[in-house]
């Protein structure tokens, strides 16, 4: 059994910044990959960022390539998304999830409850 809990979500202004976390418990995610998604209402889920657990590879979405860091502190077993510059257009729900597999942007076995990220204009 695997569980997520994400935390960080809040109101921000276009331009601010935002530090989302995800807790994980659970089987290991040892030699897995995790990757936050986001759903704004209306729209489809939309893959933000993927990382290796243990390589630190990462992939980013072309949306959010240059703003958002994705990283892991594998001591804490938590999984992170620094984002910067925030436009309105990111708001959302953000989920964190573990990928079925390295690479594969729409596949995930597990995701938590999300969080909501508003940016104002």
């Known amino acids: 059994q695997v569980q997520l809990a994400e935390s960080g979500g809040g109101l921000v202004q276009a331009g601010g910044s935002l530090r989302l976390s995800c807790a994980a418990s659970g089987r290991t995610f040892s030699s897995r990959c995790m990757g936050w998604f986001r759903q704004a209402p209306g729209k489809e889920r939309e893959f933000v960022a993927g990382?290796?657990?243990?390589?630190?590879?990462?992939d980013y979405a072309d949306s959010v390539e240059g703003r958002f860091t994705i990283s892991t502190d594998n001591a804490k077993n938590t999984l992170y998304l620094q984002m910067n510059s925030l436009k309105p257009e990111d708001t959302a729900v953000y989920y964190c999830?573990?990928?079925?597999?390295?690479?594969?942007?729409?596949?995930?076995?597990?995701r938590g409850q999300g969080t909501q990220v508003t940016v104002s204009s």
């Open positions: 999830a573990r990928l079925l597999r390295c690479g594969i942007r729409t596949l995930y076995d597990y």
């Open positions: 990382i290796n657990w243990n390589g630190g590879a990462t």
